[in-house]
């Protein structure tokens, strides 16, 4: 069984970058598509990207293109997320969430506890 | 993209009503819509997928329906422990906004 563990809480001046892990300890990981989802405070959920089990492909929500990167390290099980230029408005929850893949259930089924990213000057 | 949204935003109940939330989607989706709650200060939960599917280890007062572009998620008895919001979304993407279920 796949669980995802997140990094840590982040705080960041606007402008920056940050970058966020998401590492699983199951040893089919490597397997799974891998997902990104923000939460303002407040606010509702708002799906990021993906990225495929190689790493080799990825699609990026318009909101976010130009502007995030997410990358796969499969010698680690570690996916992760980069975005840049920061803003106020980026402070949020950021969240990993992937899908059993052979389950085919198109939907979300595991997530990792979600990271703090607080953007202030 | 396609655009989701649920209805209402905030809806107040008492323990024991029957409660639906609905989403409806910009263009047809098929049946690849899935219901999530979340609480405060925790990840989303799973609840049902392909529109009526029933996640594992949820309680079947919860169901789901719907296909194309409009579909419903029901609490048939409303629980405490059901008091949340709860997010519909399309086939492993976009989310609707959300749907906050009170208690009255």
């Known amino acids: 069984q796949v669980h995802l563990v997140q990094s840590g809480p982040e705080v960041k001046r606007p402008g920056a970058s940050v970058k966020v892990s998401c590492r699983s300890s199951g040893s089919t990981f490597n397997t799974y598509y891998v997902h990104w989802v923000r939460q303002a405070p407040g606010q509702g959920l708002e799906w990021m990207g993906i990225i495929t089990p190689s790493g080799g492909f990825t699609s990026y929500a318009q909101n976010f293109q130009g502007r995030v990167s997410v990358t796969r390290d499969t010698s680690t099980s570690t996916v992760y997320m980069e975005l840049s230029s920061l803003r106020f408005e980026d402070t949020a929850i950021y969240f990993c969430a992937t899908s059993t893949p052979e389950a085919d259930k198109g939907a979300f089924d595991i997530w990792g506890q979600g990271t703090m990213v607080t953007v202030s000057s | 993209d396609i655009q989701m949204t649920q209805s209402p935003s905030t809806l107040s109940a008492s323990v024991g009503d029957r409660v639906t939330i609905t989403c409806r989607a910009s263009?047809?989706?098929?049946?690849?819509l899935a219901w999530y709650q979340q609480k405060p200060g925790k990840a989303p939960k799973l609840l049902i997928y392909?529109?009526?599917t029933l996640e594992s280890g949820v309680p079947s007062r919860f169901s789901g329906s719907g296909s194309g572009t409009e579909f419903t998620l029901t609490i048939s008895s409303l629980q405490p422990d059901d008091f949340a919001t709860y997010y519909c979304q399309q086939y492993n993407s976009y989310f609707g906004g959300g749907t906050k279920v009170e208690i009255k």
């Open positions: 392909k529109a009526s």
């Open positions: 263009q047809s989706i098929g049946s690849w």
